[in-house]
């Protein structure tokens, strides 16, 4: 193209997935490749086959697992460690209504057992912020949801919250 080499969306999508330190990581870059619009979900199946070359192994598991409705790389992040904790998979950005009304589009949702996770970053401190947060958070309760609350810093040892997860599932 114009003189430069490229390749198309599915291989660099399968070359950067290949690269990355570990599957989760693979999973963000789809991810947010998806997200771009860079990467389509048709796509995916292609990645699933598995080539002989350094870190490619990942590539099928990480396409298997990919889903650009993670709005940041810290959700998708969350996503895949939940599933490959053994947890079911849960519905991204999944709009809780009640009464017909719109209530709130939550990060995470296990829909039947009303429990949205939520990821909670940097933007979340923001003026004002905080107010609207426990606004929505009263009106999912309203709603009947429960809701976990996951940082940063939970994502370093993410073991409680998994359980809380998976407590909140059988309650």
């Known amino acids: 193209m114009n003189g430069y080499v490229v390749t198309s969306p ?3 999508a399968w070359d950067l997935a290949a690269a990355a330190p570990d599957p989760v990581e693979a999973v963000v870059v789809l991810d947010g490749l998806i997200r771009a619009g860079v990467l389509r979900p048709l796509h995916l199946p292609l990645l699933s086959t598995p080539l002989r070359r350094t870190g490619c192994g990942r590539v099928p598991a990480a396409a ?3 889903d650009g409705r993670s709005e940041s790389p810290q959700e998708s992040r969350l996503r895949v460690r939940m599933i490959l904790a053994g947890l079911p998979p849960p519905t991204p ?3 809780v209504r009640a009464g017909g009304r719109f209530v709130a589009r939550v990060d995470l949702a296990y829909p ?4 949205a996770i939520e990821y909670d ?3 979340h401190e923001e003026s004002g912020q905080f107010a609207r947060d426990r606004r929505r958070l ?3 309760h309203a709603a009947g949801w429960r809701v976990i609350h996951v940082t940063a810093a939970d994502l370093y040892d ?8 998976r407590n909140a599932l059988t309650a």
């Open 10 to 12: 599915p291989r660099t």
């Open 64 to 66: 298997g697992l990919a």
């Open 93 to 95: 950005q999944f709009i």
């Open 112 to 115: 039947e057992a009303k429990l």
């Open 121 to 123: 970053g940097r933007w």
């Open 138 to 140: 009263n009106a999912l």
């Open 158 to 165: 993410l073991e409680p919250i998994l359980a809380a997860i």
